[in-house]
């Protein structure tokens, strides 16, 4: 039987001519070998791709997260896309009032979460260039990106409201704005007053909205959509300017990619957000999802819970690196060499 091919040539090598190096030869998926399929017409962004799945599937779930009563994880509770929509209007409309217009930069700083996406898609409605803050690219990874990307505004968790402080004065000629995604503590609100920064609560800073009928700018597939920092292998951070083209390039060529095996993303499906919207791959996943007016739930930001977010949302799809699988199997081959004979079998012949 002859083995598939997935690539395909559609260049051959050069030599080294006229002082430039030689090259090899291009490869291309074997699904585009004769070019890649046209984008969707009259979507230009990915605030497009949103404004279209409202349209389409209102009602639908769309952000989810888990209620906690004392202490304890309950059900996931989920807005729709319409009340989604509402919501980023109004973050929308609070921005504009800061005075941050198209083309800025917006920092997004923290774990995946409803307020996460929905700061992502009041950016995506005002033609900003969203830049997710990632503190694990090493100290002062923080502090670089917001001078480097000259960000007026971040959107913080509120344990990451301190660490944004830190950073100022050496970012207060660009950050003049900081909105938690919780609440606001006295000395937090002290500390920014010293430094001229206007800080919010999540609350107040939906307060602050006054344009009922928001004026939304024309975004275009080249306009950038995020920067994403990545660390590199020397020096500061880089950041990676891509574009809304980008991202909807990526949509459609996952759907070419799953339509190819005969499968395929609907509104029927939930998604299990785990790795971070920092990475680009998280973020184009849940683009992904939201073109198909799907779910999207939230983990409770605790690897130990992990398991347990997922029985409780029972995901249809989830983005997972090899070692967070490893550990999960881990989990259950220890949970299972204590389960008794019984329990054991059952396990081994549904696995199997």
Known sequence: MASKKFIVEVEKAKDSKDGKPSVGPVYRNALVKDGFKPLPSGLSSCWDIFCESVKKYPNNHM???????????????????????????????????????????????????????????????????????????????????????????????????????????????????????????????????????????????????????????????????????????????????????????FIEGCDHNLESMNEGFSEEDVYFSFLPLAHIFDRVMEEEFISKGASIGFWQKDIKLLIDDIKELKPTAICVVPRVLERIYSGLLEKMSSAGFIKGAVFNIAYS
């Open 63 to 249: 952000l989810g997260e888990r209620e906690i009563f004392n202490g304890k994880a309950g059900r996931y509770v989920w807005l729709t896309y319409k009340q989604a929509y509402d919501i980023v209007l109004k973050i929308a409309s609070s921005i504009l009032i800061c005075g941050v217009k198209q083309g800025g930069r917006c920092g997004i700083y923290g774990a995946n979460c409803s307020k996460w996406v929905i700061s992502m898609q009041a950016c995506n409605a005002l033609g900003l260039c969203c830049v997710p803050l990632y503190d694990t690219l090493g100290a002062g990874a923080v502090e670089y990106i917001i001078c480097h990307a000259e960000i007026p505004i971040v959107f913080s968790d509120e344990n990451k409201l301190s660490e944004v402080l830190k950073t100022i004065p050496e970012t207060g000629k660009h950050l003049k704005i900081l909105v938690s995604f919780g609440k606001v503590s006295r000395g937090q609100r002290d500390a920014a007053k010293s430094f001229c920064l206007d800080i919010y609560s999540w609350d107040e800073f939906l307060l602050l909205e006054a344009v009922k009928d928001v004026s939304l700018p024309v975004k275009k597939k080249k306009d950038i959509c995020t920067i994403m920092y990545t660390s590199g292998t020397t020096g500061e951070p880089k950041g990676v300017m891509i574009s809304h083209d980008s991202v909807l390039s």
